[in-house]
């Protein structure tokens, strides 16, 4: 029997007719099959991965949210970006730093070197085995000077002659047979290391008495005159923020002569910087 004639018989046959339907049926109410070129096994396990996925996160936001506020606080800051560190400025050995920041200056001193609060200085120290080393700074107020630098004083060699006057009438004594001087040693400007103009000046001071203290002629007086003190004052003169700052170290002319690079390294610390003002 040909193929046509038997696919004729077939679909004129009630009995097949209704084999065919419910073939089709069956083949209706199935799945679709998995797309090509992925396992059906793991296009079932996809939607139990995610599930898990999303318990994983509430459980993290749980936990966060059960922190303490310090705690939480804590891990918060973590996650910002850290800020680059303060410079640390760190003293040669057997020396300190001294650093204002509300008037804007800084410097070394000796380690051993002690403060003193009754001065009248903005800072004072001294050294408590020589009475004749010690350091102060003075800063002139910011409503009375105007200063855009330290050359506005003139030279250095101007700046000498004010601070050699400025020594003469500090000093200046009522005592009978007394007698100061005062002689500019050097004058000269620098570059500090921070940029900044400073005028540093070398003065020696002098102080004579005469051990006469009856007699009645000049000659007599001088007759009887000894040195009581020789000291060398070292100043340093800068500009900050329209501010006149000095710095002045005074040391014996003896110790200066065996120690003038330890002493000249503490005068030239000295520095001094913009700060607000009102």
């Known amino acids: 029997m040909k193929a046509s004639t038997v696919a004729a018989f077939s679909s004129s046959n009630p009995a097949v007719l209704r084999q065919q339907r419910c073939v089709r049926v069956a083949a209706a109410a199935a799945p679709p099959p998995p797309p090509r070129g992925r396992p059906a096994a793991q296009a079932g396990q ?66 051993d070197w002690q403060p003193v609060t009754t001065s009248g200085n903005d800072v004072f120290y001294r050294n408590p085995f020589n009475v004749e080393e010690n350091l102060f700074v003075n800063v002139s107020s910011p409503s009375s000077s105007k200063y855009a630098t330290v050359a506005d004083l003139g030279s250095p060699a101007d700046a000498a002659a004010r601070i050699q006057q400025q020594y003469l009438e500090e000093f200046m004594s009522t005592r009978l047979g007394v007698k100061r001087t005062a002689e500019v040693v050097s ?32 000659a007599e007086i001088e007759e009887g005159v000894v040195l009581e003190w020789d000291r060398i004052y070292l100043t340093v003169l800068g500009v900050a923020s329209k501010r006149l700052y000095e710095f002045r170290l005074q040391a014996a002319s003896s110790a200066f002569d065996k120690d003038a690079d330890r002493l000249l390294s503490i005068a030239r610390s000295f520095q001094c910087r913009e700060v607000a003002t009102a």
């Open 46 to 111: 996809q939607q139990p991965q995610a599930a898990q996925q999303q318990q994983q996160l509430a459980a993290s936001r749980r936990s966060v949210l059960a922190l303490p506020a310090g705690l939480a606080a804590a891990a918060a800051l973590a996650t910002l970006p850290a800020r680059p560190a303060a410079a640390l400025v760190i003293p040669p050995a057997g020396y300190r730093y001294h650093e204002d920041k509300l008037d804007g200056y800084s410097f070394f001193y000796p380690e």
């Open 187 to 218: 004058a000269e400007e620098r570059t500090g290391k921070d940029g900044q103009l400073y005028y540093d000046i070398l003065t020696r001071v002098r102080s004579y008495a005469s051990r006469n203290q009856l007699a009645v002629t000049q």
